[in-house]
């Protein structure tokens, strides 16, 4: 049973647009929400997480956006450049508790265009 | 800081040979190490977590005596793959927590193929 949904599995956007991937979750005892980027042969980096305690948090061009109650979470990229493009996973965990035992959703590859 | 590193980046082996893969956290001591398999186009799928100093606890379905794991310091976690077959070739990645922490910092990953 996959525990983190992911959509779209692929996104194309043009250069300046803005890109929107969403994620939802069904544990609800799930409570610290992370989002990564992963270049092809590479490991994947850290991008922006959230907590439940907030509706929104914003770092430069990434924001994510939580809806706690439809427990759904999402991740915008403003102003899309080409250097963007790659695979972006949503993660789920619950802190404090299996450290570390995140679960990841299926992957969204973004292609940017010029 | 916060550097992961594995060793080595791509492999090649035969099949039946063991090949043994390497995870650093360079600049900080992690108590908590983790072992990923990756396929192409795939999300990352969690087999072990690797504690320092105690045995690993693997994932369901994943073979404990054909993955095998040491983590013997805070910076230091190996995967073995023994008796390798084509199947076991894909990506494989760690990643490790900080001693007091619980942010993920991921490796670069290791591809081995099996010929």
Redesign the interface.
């Known amino acids: 049973q996959q525990q983190v949904k992911q959509s779209p599995q692929s996104l194309i956007v043009q250069k300046g647009g803005i890109s929107i991937i969403n994620c939802a979750y069904e544990n609800t005892a799930f409570d610290y929400f992370p989002w990564y980027q992963q270049f092809p042969g590479k490991g994947p980096a850290l991008l922006i997480a959230i907590r439940p305690d907030v509706s929104e948090k914003k770092e430069g061009r990434f924001t994510i956006s939580f809806n706690k109650s439809a427990k759904q979470f999402s991740l915008h990229i403003m102003d899309s450049q080409p250097g963007d493009s790659a695979t972006y996973f949503c993660a789920a965990m619950r802190d404090g508790g299996s450290q570390g035992n995140l679960i990841f959703g299926k992957g969204t590859k973004l292609s940017v265009k010029p | 800081g916060a550097v992961?590193s594995?060793h080595p980046s791509r492999v090649i082996c035969k099949s039946g040979t063991s090949v043994k893969i390497e995870c650093r956290s360079l600049d900080f001591q992690a108590t908590?190490m983790?072992w990923y398999r990756q396929f192409p186009?795939?999300?990352?799928m969690?087999m072990a977590?690797s504690n320092e100093g105690s045995k690993a606890t693997y994932e369901q379905g994943v073979e404990k005596d054909k993955f095998l794991i040491n983590h013997a310091s805070l910076t230091l976690s190996t995967l073995t793959v023994t008796s390798a077959h084509p199947e076991d070739s894909s990506f494989y990645?760690c990643?490790a927590?900080r001693t007091r922490g619980?942010?993920?910092?991921?490796?670069?990953?290791t591809?081995l193929t099996v010929l």
């Open positions: 992961v594995q908590t983790f186009k795939k999300s990352l969690l977590t990645i990643s927590i619980n942010e993920q910092f991921f490796g670069p990953g591809r």
